[in-house]
T-cell receptor
Framework: SQTIHQWPATLVQPVGSPLSLECTVE??????LYWYRQAAGRGLQLLFY??????ISSEVPQNLSASRPQDRQFILSSKKLLLSDSGFYLC?????????FGPGTRLTVL | GQQLNQSPQSMFIQEGEDVSMNCTSS?????WLWYKQDPGEGPVLLIA?????ELTSNGRLTAQFGITRKDSFLNISASIPSDVGIYFC????????????FGTGTRLQVTL
């Protein structure tokens, strides 16, 4: 069966520091992968999606970037965090239309 | 754009009551998905609907794909405390099967 992992689970970072969040999927090959951000009490905002290794599409201009160095690995990065980057970051994979989400990373930027 | 409007925004109900929430759009969708998100966790898929008029059940949950393909309903019967969470509807964006648009969510609180 397929599983999706995210780490770290929680992160507290100072403004201006770098960021690296990792997502890995097991049990499937060549999945579409997605990064979402969710502000407190709000809906899901799609940040990036990838249909294959090295293929990244950005949905929202921001100071975040994404990379897919391996088929089942998706990384969200930033060189300098802003206060507004705080939120709950979710990774998802899909085969077809249905998306399956990871457990999320809670990021607090102070 | 293809926006999904969910109502109600939040609900406070007593344990044992039935719950009904809906999702509407001005655009046609070919698939409707319903997710539940527990606090601090990722959304979990509850029900997927693929055909207009389709009625699908998953335990105490029942969802319907509206005939017009512009709406969907989710009902929960005999609510229990673990039903607490945020319920999202979602559907694929026009022109792509790989990106979803999500509703704004319905927050459900269950009191004993």
């Amino acid at each position: 069966s397929q599983t999706i992992h995210q780490w770290p689970a929680t992160l507290v970072q100072p403004v201006g520091s770098p960021l690296s969040l990792e997502c890995t999927v097991e049990g499937t090959s060549n999945p579409n992968l997605y990064w979402y951000r969710q502000a407190a009490g709000r809906g899901l905002q799609l940040l990036f999606y990838s249909v294959g290794i090295g293929q990244i599409s950005s949905e929202v201009p921001q100071n975040l970037s994404a990379s897919r160095p391996q088929d089942r690995q998706f990384i969200l990065s930033s060189k300098k965090l802003l206060l507004s980057d705080s939120g709950f970051y979710l990774c998802a994979w899909t085969a077809g239309v249905t998306q399956y989400f990871g457990p999320g990373t809670r990021l607090t930027v102070l | 754009g293809q926006q999904l409007n969910q109502s109600p925004q939040s609900m406070f109900i007593q344990e044992g009551e039935d719950v009904s929430m809906n999702c509407t759009s001005s655009s046609i969708f070919n698939t409707w998905l319903w997710y539940k998100q527990d606090p601090g966790e990722g959304p979990v898929l509850l029900i997927a609907l693929y055909k207009a008029g389709e009625l699908t059940s998953n335990g105490r949950l029942t969802a319907q794909f509206g005939i017009t393909r512009k709406d969907s309903f989710l009902n929960i019967s005999a609510s229990i405390p673990s039903d607490v969470g945020i319920y999202f509807c979602a559907g694929p964006l026009r022109g792509t099967a790989s990106k979803l648009t999500f509703g704004t969510g319905t927050r459900l609180q269950v009191t004993l």
